[in-house]
């Protein structure tokens, strides 16, 4: 449980018990549940939609659901994603793109970064049918978490100084912490059509892949801004996939 609450304290502005103790092991632990947050927060995001569908307007109701998930997150990934457009947006070095992003000033490249992807996410959400997105905010919140963790497996960490800005993160994921992560990923994507699971699945690789590339060419690894935007591409690929293929069936 402490591994769970820490998980929950890092990546959430949910209460945890005030007594949780804290260490570096217990953060690397922690990532095991990070798609396990990341279902609670789709929950949440699917929670808020219908209870505000009981009153507002689906477009209005969207909104408020995409709140609520930022809300409960303190915007977690939102800040990382805006971080890393403006770092490796403006920096031509990795010390340079390190220090832009431990600026906690949002620069050019990550304000419209930031609303290029609040838009993008609300544009794809608000073509489906309000039914078909009860579920499909579960499982993207769920898997977008997994992939950061595949990253952290696989790709070496970029180690920032005391002036960092950002909370700390974990920095390594063993085996069973992967295989955690994983049969936390798989439920809700049990739940969708085959078909959906597959693109999802299929895309989830993409951005990896793409994404893990991209980052070793321009710094040689990760950090924890990194990571948010990693989970933030994957989310919106998630969903673009998803409207491409529900509003053709």
Known sequence: MHVFWTALMFFTRIPVPASLPYSSQ???RALRFFPLVGMLVGA?????LWLALLVFPPPLALLLSMGATILVTGAFHEDGFADFCDGYGGGTSTD???EIMKD??????????????????????????????????????TLSRFVPV???????????????????????????????????TVPPLLLLPWRLTAAMLAVS????????????????????DVLGALQQLCELGLY??????LRQG
């Open 26 to 28: 217990l953060l690397n």
């Open 44 to 48: 949440v995001g699917a929670g808020a």
């Open 96 to 98: 340079r793109i390190l």
């Open 104 to 141: 906690s000033r949002l620069g050019t490249y990550g304000t419209i970064g930031l609303l290029g992807m609040l838009a993008a996410k609300y544009t794809a959400l608000a073509s489906l049918p309000p039914p078909a997105l009860y579920l499909l905010l579960v499982a993207a919140h």
């Open 150 to 184: 595949v990253l952290v497996r696989t790709t070496p960490y970029i180690r920032e100084d005391a002036l960092s800005k950002s909370k700390p993160i974990g920095n390594e994921v063993s085996v069973p912490s992967l295989l955690v992560a994983a049969c936390c």
């Open 205 to 224: 690789a993409v951005v990896l892949f793409l994404f893990r590339r991209y980052i070793l060419k321009r710094t040689g690894g990760y950090s924890g």
């Open 240 to 245: 673009l996939v998803a409207v491409a293929l």
